[in-house]
């Protein structure tokens, strides 16, 4: 293991109150093999001075500053000047603890695995939400990782809690794959192309990194069309890239389901003029849906249920599903002063 370096690639964007913070935990990592690549995405605040400030007490750390195109552009940077053997993702409002990459890059080497992956925490202000420090110790073949990570089972479809081997981001480099045009569930959506070039993943479920929920952040920011549209367009890509697999298709058309039963039912609070639209289109997908899934097999039952009450009687399904997230205080999950 001795020589081998990781890069760790951070995007940024109008953090500078925040990457500090992050950039603290991550110098401090026990391993000191690190290329740090901070990818400021176009920032008008101060978020690159004061990383060309911690540039200058680290030379680890490199800057490299481009015009806005989102997080999966500037990722993408980053991945194209990387030299490290293994690379490994960062928010640069959240933060890692110590052992983190040794600890991955351990367990990737011990079991000669192309992708090592972990557990995460959401850390609220007033709370930590687990997801989900069992301790398990999994190996993965291709095919097993590949669906977990579609149905959502074990794999969590972030990338930063996450090490890959370098030459699992050919394709992305070269075939330009990835629409960069997406901003939510960009990285479910890379992650599948990234686990399909992989021969085998290890996951040990610990959580050392800290995903800080904040307002403003990803899960706080307001509902806008990216919201909407990038989770559904995302599937969409996906099913037309597994096609051939008959057990991956059913489980996506599954998540799409859900995914259209969710904005389906989604309340109207606020952003009216925008949430509307999907809602009427969704209610349209689901009873277009409804009676090929009912005689389908592989599909879950709960799911049947779900599709016949949103199909007649869509406006008692909403209401019961707002009581019910009072009742459980989902509806206030994200909530963040």
């Known amino acids: 293991m001795n020589n081998i370096v990781i890069s760790i690639i951070i995007p940024t964007y109008n953090i500078s109150r925040y990457i500090g913070v992050c950039l603290d935990s991550v110098i401090q990592q ?14 008008t605040d101060h978020t690159a001075q004061i990383v060309e400030s911690y540039a200058k007490k680290d030379q680890r750390i490199r800057l490299i500053r481009k015009k806005n195109g989102g997080v999966t552009s500037a990722r993408l940077e980053g991945i194209r000047q990387a030299t490290g053997e293994y690379i490994g993702f960062v928010d640069g409002d959240d933060v890692i603890e110590p052992d983190m990459y040794e600890r991955l890059l351990t367990n990737a080497v011990n079991y000669q695995a192309d992708i090592s992956h972990c557990g995460y925490q959401m850390v609220f202000p007033d709370r930590i939400d687990y997801y989900y420090n069992t301790g398990l110790l999994v190996k993965q073949e291709k095919a097993e990782a590949l669906k977990e990570l579609l149905s959502g089972e074990r794999i969590e479809p972030g990338l930063c809690n996450k090490l890959f081997y370098k030459s ?12 960069v ?3 939510n569930y960009e990285d479910f959506l890379m992650n599948y192309y990234l686990f399909n070039e ?9 959580c050392p990194y ?3 929920v904040r307002k403003g952040s990803a899960a706080t920011s307001k509902v806008n069309d990216h919201k909407l549209h990038d989770p559904i367009k995302v599937v969409e890509i996906l099913m037309k890239e597994t096609e051939n697999d008959e057990e991956l298709q059913l489980i996506l058309f599954q998540r799409l389901l859900r995914l259209q039963v969710g904005l389906a039912t989604m309340p109207v609070k606020e ?13 349209l997908f689901v009873k277009s849906k409804f ?18 009450w949103v199909s007649i009687w869509p406006w008692s399904y909403e209401k019961v599903h707002i009581v019910y997230s009072r009742i459980t205080g989902n509806d206030k999950k994200y909530d963040v002063d």
């Open 30 to 43: 026990t391993w000191r093999d690190l290329e740090i690549i901070v990818v400021d995405d176009g920032s």
């Open 168 to 179: 699992l981001f050919h394709s992305l480099l070269h075939n330009n794959i990835m629409d």
């Open 181 to 183: 045009t997406i901003r």
């Open 198 to 206: 992989s021969k085998l993943s290890i996951f040990e479920d610990w």
């Open 210 to 212: 800290h995903y800080v």
């Open 271 to 283: 952003s009216r003029d925008v949430i509307l639209p999907y809602k009427r289109q969704a209610k």
């Open 291 to 308: 009676l090929e899934c009912l005689g389908k097999r592989g599909i879950d039952v709960k799911l049947k249920v779900m599709l016949f």
